[in-house]
């Protein structure tokens, strides 16, 4: 009696035990097909897992093979600087003419050059170089001349001390200052401008006699002088090369 009690238990177990098997298997079968459907199939047109360091490293190489369409904006905010760079050349020179092309060949060569800051420097300079001239200061001349017209206006000055004769002169001030040509030769570039100026001047021998000129008048005076300096050189300072009087 004890065996066949014992027998219906194990059987009774087996039973309870296919039955849970069968259930928990049933139930991992659908939530796979579940699972299936919701995530789909591989098709290998998925992407790949994605990983910082591949992905930083294909941001760089993107960054560095930029087509140029991407830089153009840059580009173009240098071509409007070029441009702003030649107004102040266009303000004193007409576009096309060879005043203009000699004055931005200028400022290619040198792109610190300003016309105005040129024209602004050269009426400092064409008054200390005709007042040293009438004072006959050699040393303020040499800074501010080429060799050539310095040994000219020394000679001058020579001249006139052998003879005794002394120049009485009152700078009155400059009417106007205007470019007549530019040009750059080889690494040298020169100017010459038309300067219009008032002056009131006076010659007198050794025994004080007025032989040239009046102290009490002012007089108008038209020169024609050219400046030259080397685009390549530090010094930054333009010499007076030539010099000539207009009618």
Do not use: C
Not at 112 to 127: H, M, N, R, V
Not at 147 to 153: A, I, P, T
Not at 201 to 217: K, L, N, Q, V
């Amino acid at each position: 009696m004890l065996h066949v009690r014992a027998l219906k238990g194990k059987l009774a177990h087996m039973e309870l035990f296919d039955f849970g098997t069968i259930f928990f298997l049933v139930a991992a079968i659908v939530i796979f097909f579940q699972l299936r459907n919701v995530l789909g199939r591989r098709t290998g047109k998925e992407r790949p897992p994605f990983d910082p360091y591949t992905a930083a490293r294909t941001s760089a190489k993107k960054d560095m093979s930029k087509p140029e369409n991407v830089v153009s904006l840059p580009r173009r905010k240098e071509a409007e600087e070029a441009a702003d760079s030649y107004a102040a050349i266009d303000a004193v020179a007409k576009p096309g003419t060879e005043l203009n092309k000699g004055l931005r060949a200028i400022k290619n060569a040198d792109p610190s050059f300003d016309p105005k800051t040129f024209i602004d420097g050269a009426k400092l300079a064409y008054e200390m170089i005709v007042m040293a001239f009438a004072d006959g200061d050699r040393r303020t001349l040499k800074n501010l001349l080429s060799r050539e017209v310095y040994d000219g206006f020394v000679a001058a000055i020579s001249e006139r001390e052998n003879r005794s004769e002394k120049i009485e002169s009152s700078f009155v001030g400059i009417d106007k200052v205007e470019f007549v040509s530019a040009e750059m030769k080889g690494s040298e570039a020169h100017i010459t401008l038309r300067v219009v100026s008032e002056l009131i001047s006076a010659t007198r021998d050794g025994s004080g006699t007025i032989i040239d000129g009046d102290p009490e008048t002012v007089a108008e005076v038209k020169d024609v002088w050219t400046f030259a300096r080397d685009t390549r050189a530090r010094d930054p300072n333009w010499k007076l090369v030539a010099t000539e009087a207009e009618e």
